[in-house]
């Protein structure tokens, strides 16, 4: 870890300032730098870390200086590129950041679902619905899988009445869609069994050593079939936003070569 924080952190410093404890080259490193290192050890590991984290400092000064004066053009070249590509990114960072709208809207997101809709198959079931889970002997389990079987409001009431009493797991998902790997991991299915026993039933129960597990089953999407519209639209607005980028980000470069044309700032050499 003080190898990593020695090589991480900006610990090189031209300027002399009072508290400096080494210097390297025209580098200092200052007391300031390792008091967080050694909070809370002992003496004798305070003395050890501080050790080895001056070592490994001045170890990377030493061969970064040995480094810069034998390395060719091209590193330098490189290290230029990679520069000018840091400042640039963020500053198209920032661009996008105070003038690139963030908001997809409902109709480009709905146009984009119809068109690409063979982009958005279901690799594996999703549902939504209701899940139960009680100790094995519960009271009245029987009678709160038929209740399940038709959760209107009237019905909701009952069920959560039933699961605040009883239940050792519940969940309430009827709005939003779970896939089968979600429910797989709550659930003791056998391998493949949420897809058989989705295909078969709309309501499934299954049994361990210690519990009843009953998932009411209210929507369904197989795998292989279209995602719903809902489900889809995160990743929809993310390859949306992501061309948005890409479109404002070029017409920003085309505006400023263009500009730059005008006033003589890009011309030919001849």
Not at 222 to 248: C, T, W
């Amino acid at each position: 870890m003080i190898m990593m924080c020695a090589a991480g952190c900006s610990y090189f410093q031209h300027k002399y300032q009072s508290g400096a404890v080494v210097e390297v080259n025209g580098n200092y490193l200052y007391e300031q730098d390792l008091q967080h290192l050694t909070a809370g050890l002992s003496s004798e590991d305070s003395a050890r870390v501080r050790e080895q984290f001056i070592r490994q400092w001045a170890g990377d000064i030493l061969l970064y200086d040995e480094a810069k004066d034998r390395t060719d053009k091209h590193i330098e070249a490189l290290v230029e590129d990679y520069r000018r590509s840091l400042y640039v990114h963020a500053y198209e960072e920032k661009l996008i950041s105070r003038r690139m709208p963030k908001m997809v809207e409902d109709t480009l997101i709905e146009q984009f679902y119809e068109t690409h809709k063979d982009r958005f198959i279901l690799p594996t079931s999703i549902v939504r619905g209701i899940l139960l889970v009680v100790p094995n002997g519960a009271p009245d389990i029987k009678k709160i899988e038929k209740v399940l079987a038709t959760p209107d409001e009237t019905r909701l009431e009952e069920i959560e009445k039933f699961a605040y009493k009883y239940a050792t797991g519940y969940e309430l998902f009827m709005d939003q869609w779970k896939s089968a790997n979600q429910l797989t991991m709550r659930m003791p299915f056998e391998k493949n069994g949420f897809e058989r026993e989705l295909r078969a039933h709309s309501q499934i129960v299954l049994e361990d050593s210690l519990s009843t597990y009953i998932l009411q089953v209210t929507d369904k999407r197989l795998s292989g079939d279209y995602m719903p519209l809902d489900y889809a639209r995160s990743e929809i607005e993310k390859v949306l936003l992501n061309q948005r980028r890409h479109d404002f980000l070029q017409a920003e470069r085309d505006r400023r070569y263009d500009e730059a044309v005008k006033e003589g700032k890009v011309k030919e050499v001849k």
